[in-house]
């Protein structure tokens, strides 16, 4: 490094140590980071190469020597908790380089210190996100997140739906309690549904696997997240004399008892050998059907890992070598604002066609304005483009040196391309919006298609006829949908009297569809398909939704803040509320259907339950049981509960609740005996 001042180290260490901080927080808490791995490693490495030369600036809170917290977010997305459990041993992370010189620099630090025999355990790097299991006696008691290291989120019970995770294992030799480590991941395929149907429903998808698989993790309904198709692999085994020499022996016996383990680690024994795995699985990664970020090294021998010991942050018997990732560099040519469904404008570069990892890229996003200021971006810019796991490739850097005179600042614009409505921006999102919701052309043509999506009404139209319908003057409200006779069908491109026929027989099946579908369809800002089920769950019917108060609807498992003032305001639209009426006189489903709600017996009939904590089975499960039993279920404590229903963990406040106004308190097990009497 190039000399510096004394002063100028103390602020750069000021800043860098800042920098890092916000960027921890984007992508532990927020899953939504903004500059990519290869650029953070950099800016930490500056910060350790400065924290060495100048000791006395280095700082005991210094990201240098603490890992990333992922604590906070839970509340911060959600409004909701999950209870922070201490780590019994701290949960580490590991020190890194993107270089073979470093590589050998970690192996040699080893031969130096350690006289025996050493092996090392060669495994992929999974990118996902950590989680620590502890099991007793055979048993899953609990599953932790990193947290800050020293204490994780409590997400026993998202764990308890991932499939290959086992609650209860089976084999000789099971240690009495033991905790195993290991990533959370989200193969690629589950990562591309999960992602298209974000799309489809105006969300914003997720920049890569490795949030997709935080961001599920910390759901608030496990139902959701068990549909979300994560996976997992266990990587390290601890606790009190374990009874294995060796870490593959340790990881050898988990597999046996039934616990998912890497089949790509080998045990190998020379440091070439070690580097020869690096340079197989830089090429063979491409293929696997998951992402990996790099190698993981590790001593193999129990008793010199023991010996090496750890730094503050990393184990020192065990480094990462990372790949770096593709990289292009092309020209910017211009940045098209494109208008979403629910009217958010992101912008899209367009870029001088170029080859990146097998395919030619010509557009970019550049997700906001933020982003487009932090990387101080001109057109006419080179700029460095990468491919993240998601379809559409971002644009993480611009090359200063080559920009030209003839470079201009983008004008990110005041109004909506489409429409010309003034933009707007929340306070807390990144995003501009298109506040003109009922007269922008993209938002109605967009809520139309989303209307007529397969799980939405599934009705025979793809998204070109509803353009088409709607630049007709056809189709200006949802409701218009129902009025379209075929002497207007007939008038679309190509269109005969067949396939008007097969459009009016689908909007006449569309009638069938469920409530919850119906809910769905109707496009209520931030209502995805799993909460607009829930909704309809818990509320039964439009009516009743339409009358719930806000703190009734935040009560609900995973609707928060945004999603409560979308309802209200969604509802305080007198054109919705005529669109609702026109679609309830069309025939549509506005409430459950009785026999969806399979009756089981009337012994809670007259009842209403306020569930809390958990229970054996999913509270959607329970809710649904108390349901079956003709009781009904409510958010919140009152004079009109009849029961509360404490499970394990029930929140303190309902209890104290329900003792003033002395509402009956029962456990899980008195209701079943309360069911089979
Ligand atoms: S060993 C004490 N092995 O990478 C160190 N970690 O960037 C225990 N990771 O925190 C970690 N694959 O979340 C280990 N085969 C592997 C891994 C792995 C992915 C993650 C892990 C760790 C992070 C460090």
Redesign the pocket.
Known sequence: MAKISKTSAKERIEFLSKELERHNRNYYVMNAPTISDFEFDLLMSELQTLEKMFPEFASQQSPTRHVGSDLETSKARNGMEFEQVAHRYPM???G?TYSKEEMYEFFNRITRTVTQKITFSC????DGT?ICLTYRNGKLVHALTRGDGTKGDDVSRNVANIKSIPTELHGKNIPEEFEI?G?IFMPFDAFERLNAEKREKGEEPFANPRNAASGSLKLQNPQEMKERGLDCVL??MLGENLPFATHSEAIAAAGSWGLPT?VYSETLDTIEAALEYIGKWDVKRKSLPFATDGI?I?VNELNVQRQLGMTAK??RW?T?YKFKPEQALTPLLSIDYQVGRTGAITPVANLEPVQLSGTVVKRASLHNLDQMQLLDIHIGDYVYVEKGGEIIPKITGVEKSRRPDSATLPDFPAKCPDCGAFLVRDEDEAKHYCPNSDGCPTQIKGRFIHFASRKAMDILAGDATMEQLFDKGYIRHLQDIYRLNKEQLMTLDGWQEKSADNFLESLEKSKEVPFERVLFAIGIRHIGEQNAKMLATHYGSIDALMDAPREDLLQIDGIGDAMADSIMAFFDNPENMATIDELRTRGLKFEIEEDRVRRISDKLAGCTVVISGNYSISREAMKALIEAHGGKNSGSVSGKTTYLLAGEKSGPEKLKKAQTLGVKVISEEDLYRMLEE
């Open positions: 580490l992370s590991l890194n495994e992929l790097k999974f950590a480590r990533e990587y390290h890497s993981v590790k990393s184990p065990a990462a």
